[in-house]
């Protein structure tokens, strides 16, 4: 019989030694449970062959074809990824929808002897309790708000004194996204639905009767908004706020945005729309500077023309209450460890 789960936490607890997803790559790819094995038993031009058959044709015809395919691939999955594992091994399988796709491929898997059990709604069931946690429940956690202008290091620092110990939610991390204006990464983001299954699988290991540390944000990192739940904890947390001289700052935003400001066609395209809000001339500074390959000083104009001021008009609308300052005078790897143990200080004494 189907497993049904009534909360997220319930499903993070299933217990089982496997989550295994055997929807299409395409499916897996915009989102999954964190941790779940892509193992699908139609590929993503065999779900659409088999979905137009069944609309334009007959779905009898659909169903005998996406059966032959699903049991083939079952069997090469179970061949080729699954031949090791022991007579006790326990897999949970989703689909969709809980219906064949997860169906047929846990009943193979139970033929061998296999203790596999399949989720009752699959990933829509899923999906709804992620929903329900991050928009529709107040989230229990007390959160703690890092802030810093910008360039001072703020997500390294979160990321050490986590290491120390520290409960964080690391948000630019799973959103793959550097958080301003230039903080595109070589790689996409997560969709939507992806960013807000990671987030509510990080808060899910994280114990509610502790602070957790959260680096201060807007309500969107990139093109990713931050669920209502953890934005709604967010603007009311108490903050710590990360002191670096300028110089510091420009030092460290030239090394850690490189890989843009060596990119100048992208540069150009990322702030030429800013004339609209910082006047045609401060654009044209920088773009003289971008045009000299200036680096610094085009990171030291940006800093003092456009992050510094948004940053100063953001925090005043929130107007959040700062509770503790953490200063560091270098963003070298001396700085920035003993900007984390002061950080986990302060964090230990809330």
């Known amino acids: 019989m189907a497993l049904k789960f009534t909360s997220l936490q319930e499903f993070y607890a299933h217990g089982f030694d496997a989550v295994i997803d055997v929807r299409s790559p395409a499916e897996f790819a ?46 090469n999955h179970i061949e080729q990824h699954l031949s090791h594992h022991e007579g006790g091994w326990k897999p949970l399988v989703y689909c969709w929808r809980g219906g064949q796709r997860s169906g047929s491929f846990t009943w193979m898997l139970q ?22 946690a991050m928009y529709e429940t107040r989230l229990p ?21 986590g290491a120390l110990g520290v409960q964080v939610l690391d948000l630019e991390g799973l959103a ?5 204006l230039l903080g595109d990464m070589p790689t996409p983001q997560p969709s939507q639905k992806g960013f807000e299954s990671a987030v509510a699988g990080a808060l899910m290991q994280l114990d509610p009767a502790r602070p957790v540390l959260v680096e201060a944000e807007s309500n969107k990192i990139g093109q990713r908004i931050i669920p209502p739940a953890v934005w709604d904890a967010m603007k009311p947390a108490p903050r710590i706020e990360l002191q670096v001289p300028a110089e510091a700052r420009c030092r460290y935003l030239v090394e850690a945005y490189d890989d843009i ?50 940053y100063r008009k953001s925090r005043a609308a929130i107007g959040a209450e700062v509770v503790a300052t953490v200063e560091a005078s270098a963003l070298d790897e001396a700085g920035l460890d003993e900007a984390a143990a002061r950080l986990a200080a302060v964090m230990a004494e809330l």
């Open 141 to 161: 956690h007390r959160l703690v708000a890092l802030d810093g202008y910008t360039g001072s290091a703020k997500t390294e620092v979160l990321k050490r004194a």
């Open 176 to 180: 793959n996204h550097r958080g301003s």
């Open 111 to 132: 033929q061998i002897g296999w203790r596999a059990e399949v989720v009752e709604g699959g990933y829509q069931s899923y999906r709804r309790l992620v929903h329900k």
């Open 261 to 310: 400001l060596s990119d100048t066609a992208k540069l150009r395209e990322k702030l030429g729309p800013l004339r609209a809000h910082r006047s045609g001339a401060v654009v044209d500074g920088w773009f003289e500077k971008i045009a000299a390959g200036d680096k610094a000083g085009l990171t030291a104009l940006l800093m003092a023309e456009h992050y510094d001021p948004a």
């Open 30 to 75: 915009e989102d999954h449970v964190p941790g779940a094995i892509s193992l699908p038993v139609l590929d993503n031009n065999e779900r659409a062959e088999v979905g137009t058959i069944y609309v334009q044709d007959s779905p009898f015809k659909a169903r005998k074809l996406g059966a032959a395919l699903v049991f083939r691939n079952a069997a």
